[in-house]
Structures are given as C-alpha cells and as structure tokens.
C-alpha cells in the first residue's frame, strides 16, 4: 500500500516473511525488549500459530514504522485481547500519516480475520482517538508503577 503517493510501502510479516529477523532486530531497538521476543512472535504468525500480524512501513528496504498484534500487552487485563503493541514511527518520518495507517492496515487484517475488538495500552492521550480508537479503562502494565490508557476499537 502506497501512502500519499509517497514512496512508502505497507506490509505485513506475512507477506514479507523474509522481513522477520530485520523487523526482530528494529523492534528490539526501538523498545528495549529482547529481539529473541520478537522474533519467537513473528514466527508464530508465520508458522499459523497465532492468527495476529505484524506490521511495517518501509522507506525502500528501510523500516521506518511498524506495529505488532499480540494475545495480551503484558498488562492486569488479559481479558482485553488481542493487543495492538509496539508501536512506533521514526522521529523523521512521523506527521506523515504512517501511524494511521498502520493501525488501519492491522484493524482491518484482523477485522477479515473474525478478530474483533482489538485493544491497545498506551501512555499517550488524544492520539490513537484520531484514528477511531476509544478510552476504555485503566490498565497497570507489567512492571508499571501507574496504570496506563487501555484503547478499544471495535
């Protein structure tokens, strides 16, 4: 997918599975999480394990934004699943719509999929509201102090 006729392509995993070890790998530097982690997930997309995603803006061969869809955020609500996690955009490339978009593409592929409503934990407020999401509740993240914003997007 082409955003505004920029040079920007969209993709999943699952149509770029030979994308897997370098998305791991820029994963992993964006959040601090091991790339082992990341990559365990991806493969499970991969091999049909888990039904979920994940997602990638690329600039040519260079990934400049992405997002996975995962059981549970690593919160106190495992009720609230599927989960939108990892999002980010590089700091060049951001208020060009690439967030946005991403969160549609993975909205939609799960909405074909029968995978309906998907949650998101952020510490952001008045964000992800542009893009359809809706405040839900709070949630207390996985070795947080403070709860953090729970999204819902039906």
């Not at 888990?50 to 990934?63: N, Q, R, S, T």
């Not at 409503?117 to 996985?142: D, N, S, V």
Request: glycine share 10%.
């Amino acid at each position: 997918m082409n955003i505004q006729k920029s040079g920007f392509d969209l993709v999943s995993i699952r149509e770029k599975p030979q994308l897997c070890e370098q998305a791991a790998a820029w994963f992993s530097g964006k959040w601090g999480i091991d790339r082992q982690a990341y990559l365990d997930c991806m493969k499970e997309c991969l091999n049909d394990e888990v039904p979920y995603d994940w997602f990638l803006c690329l600039a040519e061969d260079k990934i400049v934004g992405g997002l996975g869809i995962i059981e549970n955020d690593f919160h106190d609500r495992p009720d609230l699943s599927p989960n939108v996690c990892a999002v980010y955009v590089e700091p060049d490339y951001r208020g060009r719509g690439i967030a946005g978009k991403l969160l549609d593409m993975a909205v939609e592929a799960m909405r074909k999929k029968g995978i309906s409503p998907l949650y998101l934990l952020t510490g952001h407020q008045g964000f992800y509201e542009r893009y359809g999401w809706q405040f839900l509740t709070m949630a207390l993240g996985e070795g947080d102090e403070h709860p953090s914003r729970m999204y819902v997007h039906y």
